[in-house]
């Protein structure tokens, strides 16, 4: 086996819903829960996630629907979004989250 492959093999994922359900939406929501209390663009989501920059829009779209996000302001042509402390959903997925994160799957 080579180092490269060998690497990738024993790479161990992050706990967290990332972890379980392995697409788009979830890295999001990971990512949104573990920094709660910043605000984020799309291009920062796309880079700490690796989602497609045009995956990012749809996640985002599906997020502000549920309102675990909300938009926080605007800077230039950027939109900024945070965790949406305020909605049910959002506290559950963050409690969830915390706990996945003590105790991974």
């Given at each position: ?23 788009d ?22 880079e ?43 506290t ?14």
């Open positions: 086996m080579t180092g490269q492959i060998q690497k990738e093999k024993t790479k161990k994922q992050a706990p967290g819903f990332e972890s379980i359900f392995k697409n939406i979830a890295a999001a929501i990971d990512y949104i829960c573990k920094n709660y209390d910043s605000d984020f663009g799309l291009s920062e989501l796309s700490k996630t690796g989602i497609s920059s045009r995956n990012v829009y749809r996640v985002i779209d599906v997020l502000l629907a549920k309102r675990i996000v909300r938009k926080t302001r605007e800077i230039g042509s950027a939109r900024m979004f945070q965790y949406n402390d305020g909605n049910n959903q959002a559950i997925l963050k409690s969830a989250y915390d706990l996945l994160i003590k105790r991974p799957v």
